[in-house]
């Protein structure tokens, strides 16, 4: 889970953002601090938006994975992975 453990678990929509922002904390500037309110507006208004998971009948995984290097001022860089049977993320990643 490493410490985005409520984006991972209940709120995987959120992940990429929340693995993004946890990476600013020593240094935040005022864009992240505007990255961060988006999120919070975000958050607001999908309160009410359910966690939904659904299958076919075939069973048959489908995968996007996606990076982007050297996104961050130390030259570190992001990758995400996610799962689905059909709708919603069984498996969703990103560091």
Do not use: C
């Not at 990476?23 to 975000?42: C, E, F, H």
């Not at 659904?54 to 050297?70: C, G, I, K, R």
């Amino acid at each position: 889970m490493y410490g985005n453990g409520l984006a991972y678990r209940a709120r995987p929509d959120i992940q990429t953002a929340i693995a993004f922002l946890s990476t600013q904390v020593k240094a935040p500037d005022q864009d992240d601090s505007k990255k961060l309110w988006r999120v919070m507006r975000y958050l607001r208004a999908t309160q009410e938006l359910p966690l939904t998971l659904e299958s076919d009948d075939s069973l048959q995984p489908s995968w996007w994975v996606d990076a982007s290097f050297a996104t961050h001022h130390d030259m570190k860089s992001h990758t995400g992975g996610l799962m689905t049977l059909r709708k919603g993320a069984v498996y969703a990643t990103s560091r």
